[in-house]
Structures are given as structure tokens and as C-alpha cells.
């Protein structure tokens, strides 16, 4: 296990709390945010302003850390591919457990332990934040995309088309040229 470095953003000290079930401390911070913090197609950019409210709560195992998070995510539309930006916010609330007092059935990869009186919260933060974000972000809820044919951008031209014709009737289609505008011509006996 690495030590937590107290200089970190992410890193809260709780000795204020000592180890009292029932103190309680609440926290504003403006912090810059992490690296990777979203997906190939949308993101909160590294290093952009990241507001947290937090509730740093003594329990018997440990300490509760509930909250919020709000930035601003960018990303592009999936169906138009234009660049968008939008708001985030995400709570999450998790329990940092004391050296050796984790209940039992927890799994082991799944907790997360103070280190001294120091607990980071940014394994947390980039759970619930990543998951906040739209899987298929748009730029508006009724956006045409592009067109399937040429990569137009079906919102700039609304009656945008193209006369496609079916490769299972494209053998027949020089005999439509043939026909008469009533159709077929009447066979004389």
C-alpha cells in the first residue's frame, strides 16, 4: 500500500473528527480535476474546476464520506459529431474504514481503508462521476445526425436526400425507362 500525499487536492485529513462516532465536518472545495476522468466521448477535462460539497461523518468503522460533484463536461455528439459541453453533477457517499475494523463480508478490493487519519477521495469521485456521464452524449435531444450516405450534417439542410435504389431491383431498372407513363403496353392478338 502507498502512502497518500497530504499536499493532494483529493486527500482530506479527518483528525478533526478523531474517532468519535457521531462528529461531523462539511467541506466546500474547489478542486482541479483529475485525469481521466470520463470516456473517449465525453470527459471533464483535466485540470478543470471540479466543486465538491462534502459530509465527513464518524462512524464506529470508520468515517462516511458523502457528497457532490459538479464541473462542466465536453465532449462531441454522437450523432452529429459536433463539440458540446455540459454540466455535471454527481454524488457519492463512501465509508473509509479504520486499519482492521472493515465489516465482515466486505470484499477486499471493494474497501477502502484510511491511511493514518488521511483518506483520498478521488477513487470514489472518479466512480461516481464517470458514471454520471451520458454513455451517448447529443448536442440536443432531436439532433438528425448525419446523413448515412454523404456525412452531411442532416441538421443544416432539413430536406436532405438521396434517391437510392435497392441493388436487388437495379437489373430491372433500365425497363422502367421503357415503359409507357400507364404502363405495360397492351399485347394485340
Do not use: N
Amino acid at each position: 500500500m502507498h502512502r497518500l500525499d497530504p499536499r493532494s487536492p483529493l486527500v482530506l485529513d479527518t483528525f478533526e473528527l478523531g474517532r468519535r462516532p457521531g462528529t461531523m465536518r462539511r467541506l466546500r472545495l474547489t478542486v482541479p480535476a483529475p485525469a481521466d476522468l470520463g470516456t473517449e466521448v465525453i470527459r471533464v477535462l483535466p485540470g478543470s474546476r471540479l466543486d465538491l460539497e462534502l459530509r465527513l461523518e464518524a462512524v464506529m468503522e470508520g468515517v462516511l464520506a458523502s457528497g457532490t460533484a459538479r464541473g462542466r463536461a465536453a465532449g462531441e455528439c454522437v450523432r452529429c459529431l459536433d463539440d458540446l459541453e455540459q454540466g455535471v453533477e454527481a454524488e457519492f457517499q463512501e465509508l473509509y474504514t479504520y486499519p482492521g475494523r472493515a465489516p465482515e463480508g466486505d470484499d477486499e478490493d471493494e474497501r477502502y481503508e484510511l491511511d493514518g487519519d488521511l483518506l483520498d477521495v478521488e477513487p470514489v469521485l472518479r466512480d461516481a462521476v464517470v458514471l454520471s456521464l451520458p454513455f451517448q452524449p447529443v448536442c440536443s435531444p432531436d439532433c438528425p445526425g448525419l446523413c448515412s450516405e454523404c456525412g452531411a450534417r442532416l441538421a443544416d439542410s432539413p430536406g436532405h436526400s438521396h434517391q437510392v435504389v435497392d441493388p436487388r431491383w437495379a437489373a430491372l431498372q433500365h425497363l422502367a425507362g421503357d415503359q409507357p407513363a400507364g404502363g405495360a403496353e397492351k399485347r394485340k392478338k
